[in-house]
């Protein structure tokens, strides 16, 4: 039996093939390849899209958060509180600028948990990184009031989120800069390296256009020292064929998303949960599988195999391949050893860690696919 992958690009490609092979001829022979008119137009369609007044392509989607922070003027000395559980990515937008995270535990929708960022709010405390984690939107309502009461600035990590909502309005244009990732396998994949910000904020959007192209707004005159983060024509083309498509492309995860919470009955497993007023694209479909007696450590991190480690094992032998989201949580990691945490922690990120598991997803899954998925979760006992 063929296996049924994690997470596939093939067949979202085929199904707009046309379009994209168009696009892409069309911007090869145009003569003109780093910020041009694709790119122009894409920023202001993306804008639309999202709800904001502005948005600048980059070159991904890390450089739109460090870039966030930098333009934002936050730095050495300053604290940017970031839920424990994110990818590293987002942990390094933060520390990239030499500021330091300051992270939160998340609620049972793997959010930031709103009602535990005040006890860690203090003189240093300059900003508030919301990550719309596996596709759905943190509690933005509570998080906004509290970005106003303490005068945080708000940035998001969208990262998995294009085209999630909260009481109708879009993520990424709730803050003051949302951060968006194209890598290929994100809800709105390019076929590269692609990234963008979002802004109501003129003089943000400006700043931004500076530091991605090397700090300068004239050629050869560098005001600041930038970066190289320039979003090329082909991925932004590419990009605008996409975004065309969007609508369908979420309404079609919101149907596997759902088909998944319908079919699912295991009661070894839970399903995740969507908050009120809130929505999912189901950019990750991630249960979690706890160890009767307290999550165990698991193999992805040296210890015993605990039961998810057994529930992966036992998909992949029927032919149902899944991922973890994430294995170690970033405070746990090596490459944050400096910051001195210990595990325990954060007992909450560190035990959605030993628990969760990511199932197949991904866009043209077919309901065959899905109903083998299905018949796999439920029939695993331990
Ligand atoms: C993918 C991802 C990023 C980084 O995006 P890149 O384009 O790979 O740099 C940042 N944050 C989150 C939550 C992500 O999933």
């Known amino acids: 039996m063929e296996k049924i992958m994690q997470g596939r690009m093939d067949r979202g490609f085929e199904r707009y093939q046309k379009e994209y092979e168009d696009k892409a001829i069309a911007v090869l022979r145009s003569g003109w390849y780093i910020?041009?008119?694709?790119v122009e137009a894409f920023e202001e369609e993306f804008a639309k899209y999202v709800g904001t007044k502005y948005s600048v392509g980059l070159a991904s989607g890390l450089d739109a958060l460090w870039l966030a922070f930098k333009v934002l003027g936050i730095g050495k000395g300053d604290e940017v509180i970031v839920q424990g559980n994110t990818y590293i990515a987002s942990v390094m937008g933060i520390t990239i600028n030499d500021a330091t995270p300051v992270f939160v535990e998340p609620d049972e929708y793997y959010q930031i948990d709103a009602d535990k960022i005040e006890e860690k709010i203090n003189?240093?405390?300059?900003a508030i990184l919301v990550v719309h984690l596996y596709g759905q939107t943190a509690n933005m309502a509570k998080i906004q009031e509290i970005c106003k009461k303490h005068n945080l600035k708000l940035v998001e990590d969208c990262a998995q989120s294009h085209g999630s909502l909260f009481n109708g309005q879009m993520s990424g244009s709730f803050g003051d800069i949302g951060c968006f990732s194209f890598y290929p396998s994100k809800n709105m994949g390019a076929y590269g390296d692609a990234g963008a910000i979002t802004t109501n904020d003129p003089e943000l959007a400006r700043l931004m256009k500076i530091y991605r192209n090397y700090g300068s707004e004239k050629r050869y005159y560098n005001m600041v020292v930038g970066a190289n983060s320039r979003l090329d024509e082909?991925?932004?083309g590419l990009l605008r064929v996409k975004l065309t498509h969007m609508e369908d492309i979420t309404k079609e995860r919101e149907q596997l998303g759902a088909y998944y919470a319908e079919h699912i009955n295991n009661?070894?497993?839970?399903k995740p949960s969507v908050r009120d007023g809130a929505t999912s694209v189901w950019h990750q479909y991630v249960l979690r599988v706890p160890t009767e007696g307290g999550a165990k450590d698991s193999v992805t991190t040296g210890g015993e195999p605990n039961t998810r480690d057994k529930f992966k094992t036992y998909l992949e032998e029927n032919g149902v391949m899944t991922l973890i989201h994430y294995p170690i949580p970033p405070h746990l990691s090596e490459a944050y050893e400096y910051l001195g945490h210990k595990k325990g922690a954060l007992p909450i990120t560190?035990?959605?860690?030993?628990?969760?598991?990511?199932?197949?997803?991904?866009?043209?899954?077919t309901k065959e696919e899905q109903d083998r998925v299905i018949e796999c979760v439920n029939a695993f006992r331990i």
Request: proline content about 6%.
């Open 350 to 365: 560190e035990s959605y860690a030993n628990e969760v598991i990511s199932l197949p997803i991904y866009t043209g899954m």
């Open 267 to 270: 009661p070894l497993v839970i």
């Open 123 to 126: 003189d240093k405390t300059k």
């Open 35 to 38: 910020l041009g008119k694709e």
């Open 234 to 236: 082909l991925q932004a």
